[in-house]
C-alpha cells in the first residue's frame, strides 16, 4: 500500500502544466510589483543626478501624481505572462532532455557536477527563446514608464506602430545584443544559485508524502538569496539597457559604448549602481512570490536535478 501512495505522488512530467502555472504567478508578481518597476526605470534614465528610491519616488508622484507609476501597466501581461510560458516550457523541456543524457554519465562526480552547472546553460537559453516576443513589448514600457515628451503613447499597440513608422521595426530588437547579455546572465544566474542551492538542499532526501520539494521557507529563504545575487551582479548592465531603450534613434545614435562613456564621464562609477534599491526590492519580491509557486508545481509536473 506503501509503494502504490508513493507512486501516486511520483511527478508526472507536464511541461505545459508546469509552464502555465508559473507562468500565472509571475504575472500576479509582476503586476504587484509595478509601480516599484517604474521608478527604477525612472532613476535609471534620470541623468542629472543620483536619485534616491525616495527622491525617485517623490519626482514621479510630484509630476505624474500617483498614476504616473502605473502608466504602461497593460505591458504586464505581454511582457510577463507570455514569455514566461515560454521560457518555463523551454526550460523544462530542456533540461529533461540534459538529464538523459546526464544518466548516460558513468562517473557520479562527473554526473553531480554536470547536473549542478546544467541549470546556467539551459536557463540562459531558455531565457533567449522567451525574448523574442518580450523585446518589442519592452521598448514600449519602459518608454510609457519613463514619460518621455517623445513617448507620449496611448496604448502598447499605438507605441509598438509608432516606434515601426519612425525608427523602423528593426528598433524593436536593436537592443537585442544587451538584451542578451543582460536577461540571459540575470535569469542565468538566479536559476543556477537556485537550482544549486536546491539540489544541496534536497539530494538523498525525500518528503513524506514522496514528493522531492523545498519546504516553503527553504523555499523562500533560496528565493531571496538567488535573486539577491543576481539581481547585485546585473545592475550595471539593466542601467546601460534602460538608457539605451529611451533613446530615440531617429534624432541620436545608438551606442553602448558612448552611453557607458558618457555615464562615467558625467555621473562616475556610483551611476552604475542607479535604481538598484528599487530594483533588489523588485526582484527579491518577484522571486518570492513566484519561485515558491515554480517550486509546487516543480515537484508535480517538472524534471529534478536533486533526484538520484
Known amino acids: 500500500m506503501a509503494a502504490i501512495a508513493q ?29 516599484l518597476d517604474t521608478i527604477s526605470t525612472k532613476i535609471k534614465a534620470h541623468t542629472a543626478e543620483f536619485l534616491s528610491f525616495k527622491q525617485g519616488y517623490k519626482q514621479v508622484i510630484k509630476g505624474e ?32 532532455y540534459g538529464m538523459s543524457l546526464i544518466k548516460k ?28 516576443p518580450y523585446m518589442p513589448f519592452d521598448v514600449v514600457r519602459t ?3 519613463v514619460n518621455d515628451t ?14 515601426q513608422q519612425k525608427e523602423g521595426f528593426l528598433r524593436l530588437y536593436k537592443a537585442s ?13 538566479l536559476f543556477w544559485f537556485y537550482e544549486m542551492q536546491r539540489f544541496f538542499l534536497l539530494h538523498n532526501t525525500q518528503s ?4 522531492h520539494k523545498l519546504t516553503i521557507k527553504q523555499s523562500i529563504l533560496v528565493s531571496l538569496s538567488s535573486s539577491l545575487l543576481s539581481t547585485f551582479m546585473v545592475n550595471p548592465f539593466d542601467l546601460i539597457l534602460t538608457r539605451y531603450q529611451v533613446i530615440d534613434s531617429s534624432k541620436q545614435k545608438l551606442s553602448v559604448r558612448k552611453i557607458t562613456k558618457d555615464l562615467i564621464k558625467n555621473e562616475g562609477y556610483i551611476a552604475f549602481f542607479k535604481g538598484l534599491t528599487p530594483r533588489l526590492l523588485i526582484s527579491c519580491a518577484n522571486s518570492v512570490l513566484f519561485l515558491p509557486v515554480y517550486e509546487h508545481f516543480k515537484s508535480l509536473y517538472g524534471i529534478d536535478i536533486s533526484e538520484n
Request: net charge neutral; glycine share 6%.
Open 208 to 211: 513524506e508524502d514522496g514528493r
Open 143 to 145: 518608454r510609457l514608464q
Open 65 to 96: 501624481g500617483f498614476k504616473g507609476v502605473f502608466r504602461g501597466f497593460s505591458t504586464t501581461f505581454p511582457c510577463s505572462f507570455v514569455p514566461s510560458l515560454l521560457y518555463f516550457s523551454s526550460y523544462e523541456t530542456m533540461n529533461k
Open 7 to 35: 507512486e501516486k505522488t511520483q511527478p508526472q512530467y507536464n511541461p505545459l502544466k508546469l509552464a502555465a502555472c508559473s507562468s500565472l504567478g509571475y504575472w500576479i508578481a509582476d503586476m504587484i510589483m509595478y509601480p
Open 150 to 163: 517623445n513617448f507620449q503613447y496611448t496604448s502598447v499597440l499605438q507605441g509598438l506602430k509608432d516606434v
Open 177 to 189: 545584443h544587451i538584451y542578451i547579455a543582460t536577461t540571459t546572465m540575470q535569469t542565468g544566474l
Open 105 to 132: 554519465v558513468q562517473n557520479e562526480n562527473i554526473s553531480t557536477a554536470l547536473k549542478i552547472c546544467m541549470p546556467l546553460l539551459t536557463s540562459s537559453l531558455a531565457e533567449i527563446v522567451c525574448l523574442i
